[in-house]
């Protein structure tokens, strides 16, 4: 049983490009969920979607930042127009239901601006 | 916003110590998960706990989740070299928010 995939692992952008994550679900699993880790800190919210709907992106910020979960397909984060503040690492979890609290994390992708 | 606070942040101990460390916060949550994370991957799921008073184990790991609900505890006996890692806690505000809260983290460091 697979569990949550991310891609790329390692990501190299120049600033001005743009970024996007991929995040596959565990099989089964309809809501994901994104958080961003500064270097020495801990996981930030960022947004949580569910199957072509972002139930809260509070955490996300306003400008440059987007996010999707399509029908089919995975998760995309997509940031815009990169900036150096943008490097860090991107982790998406996802859960069945989300009545059972679990969230089960992907191995995550290391966002690194240049 | 909300805050975890999370200590030891880093510990160096002795193999076969037993470790504690703790999560405090001034909210209330009705979830506290314990997470382990090595360098390079994500956090790996621990211990899950629900319900106020709960104390459940997994292995050498022990977490409790305190009366107040305003903290959680984790205890490791006799600790092994690869228990090196970071350890975060996350909790759910009972305010219907989705969304975790992470500490950030305690450093564990294993002598051998």
């Known amino acids: 049983n697979a569990g949550v995939m991310q891609n790329p692992r390692h990501l190299v952008r120049r600033r001005g490009q743009e970024a996007r994550l991929r995040c596959s679900p565990m099989?089964?699993?309809?809501?994901v969920y994104w958080y961003r880790q500064l270097p020495e800190e801990g996981l930030k919210f960022m947004v949580y979607?569910?199957?072509?709907?972002?139930?809260?992106e509070s955490g996300m910020p306003k400008e440059r930042f987007s996010a999707e979960f399509p029908k089919e397909g995975p998760s995309i984060l997509r940031i815009q127009q990169v900036v150096r503040g943008d490097s860090a690492a991107y982790f998406c979890?996802?859960?069945?239901?989300?009545?059972?609290?679990?969230?089960?994390f992907g191995p995550g992708t290391r966002l690194t601006v240049l | 916003g909300q805050q975890l606070n999370q200590s030891p942040q880093s510990m160096f101990i002795q193999e076969g110590e037993d470790v504690s460390m703790n999560c405090t916060s001034s909210?209330?949550?009705?979830?506290w998960l314990w997470y382990k994370q090595d360098p390079g991957e994500g956090p790996v799921l621990l211990i899950a706990?629900?319900?106020?008073?709960e104390l459940t184990s997994n292995g050498r790991l022990t977490a409790q989740f305190g009366i107040t609900r305003k903290d959680s505890f984790l205890n490791i006996s006799a600790s092994i070299p690869s228990d090196v890692g970071i350890y975060f806690c996350?909790?759910?505000?009972?305010?219907?928010?989705?969304?975790?809260?992470f500490g950030t983290g305690t450093r564990l460091k294993v002598l051998a």
């Open positions: 099989k089964g699993h309809s809501h």
């Open positions: 979607l569910q199957k072509e709907n972002i139930i809260d």
């Open positions: 909210s209330i949550f009705n979830t």
């Open positions: 979890a996802s859960s069945y239901n989300l009545s059972t609290d679990t969230q089960y």
């Open positions: 996350a909790g759910r505000l009972t305010s219907g928010t989705y969304k975790y809260i």
């Open positions: 706990l629900y319900k106020a008073g």
